[in-house]
């Protein structure tokens, strides 16, 4: 039993030793072997060991030819690494130093698509609860990163996968305030109701959703004896008798994330 102990003690403290060996080694070696290093890891999809290398790149090294490509690396390592807070904090860094960056269009996807993440709960999604009635401020922000996405960047490629995304956004954000109004109108809060359903009108027109609140805001705007709009609102109705949208299933997963090669583009 001793001699067991021994060994595991031993391997233990070699471990450690190894650890902090390589540790040192980051912290010394200069910024060529880093990039080779770090490098090499990304190819081998060792992502939190590509972590460490580019982290002390741009620790050490923040202002020098690789640098822009080194955060957008880093990116990519953390999504991969499903760090999507990191990933935001480096996109934000990267909106400071590099704003007219050419491939910016890179990080607002990247970024959208890390808020989206973050809105996953798998054991939600095993029962099967609609993703709805969930926090709704990543879903939010991905939204915001995608539109500025498609205005800024019209003709990025990554504007397609993202223009799919808005729209089943669009669709989980109408449901996600329908769902609060009919909270609201359970305990006759009609003046709420009527806010959140006029908001879902306005923002998030073409969605079931939007189609289905009708008669919940002709309810609310007779309920506070707003005749005239709830008049207004039973033609919107009659107008849309039939009518519907199809049912957007969430997109896949992005195949395309892999960091632009800034060399290979200039």
């Known amino acids: 039993m001793k001699t067991a102990k021994s060994l595991l003690l031993l391997t233990l403290t070699a471990s450690l030793l190894t650890a902090c060996a390589g540790e040192k080694e980051i912290e010394v070696a200069p910024e060529s072997t880093l990039l080779q ?24 090294f923040p202002r020098t030819m690789h640098s822009e490509e080194t955060q957008l690396n880093l990116i990519y390592a953390y999504f991969e690494d499903s760090d999507y807070n990191a990933l935001l904090n480096t996109a934000d860094n990267f909106f400071r130093h590099y704003k007219n960056s050419p491939y910016s269009d890179y990080v607002l996807y990247m970024a959208g698509i890390a808020r989206e993440a ?8 095993f029962f099967g609860v609609d993703p709805a009635n969930r926090d709704s401020f990543s879903m939010r922000s991905a939204l915001d990163n995608f539109n500025t996405l498609i205005r800024v960047f019209p003709n990025s490629q990554y504007a397609p996968d993202a223009l799919e995304r808005m729209k089943y956004i669009h669709a989980l ?36 959703a939007a189609l289905q609140s009708l008669p919940l805001l002709k309810k609310a705007y007779e309920k506070m004896g707003l005749t005239k709009l709830a008049e207004d609102t039973a033609q ?31």
């Not at 949208?245 to 060399?263: G, H, Q, R, S």
Request: aromatic share 8%.
């Open 37 to 60: 290093q770090s490098d090499v890891y990304l190819k081998d999809e060792d992502y939190t060991q590509a972590i460490k290398y580019l982290e002390a790149l741009n620790r050490r």
């Open 173 to 208: 954000l109408a449901r996600h305030e329908v769902n609060i109004a009919k909270f609201y109108a359970k305990r006759n809060a009609w003046v709420a109701v009527a806010n959140r359903l006029v908001d879902v009108q306005r923002h998030y027109p073409n969605t079931n």
């Open 118 to 125: 973050q809105n996953k709960n798998i054991v939600q999604d």
């Open 236 to 266: 919107l109705i009659a107008q849309n008798e039939g009518k519907s949208y199809p049912e957007l299933k969430k997109v896949a997963a992005p195949t395309n994330i892999k960091p632009p090669k800034l060399a290979e583009q200039k």
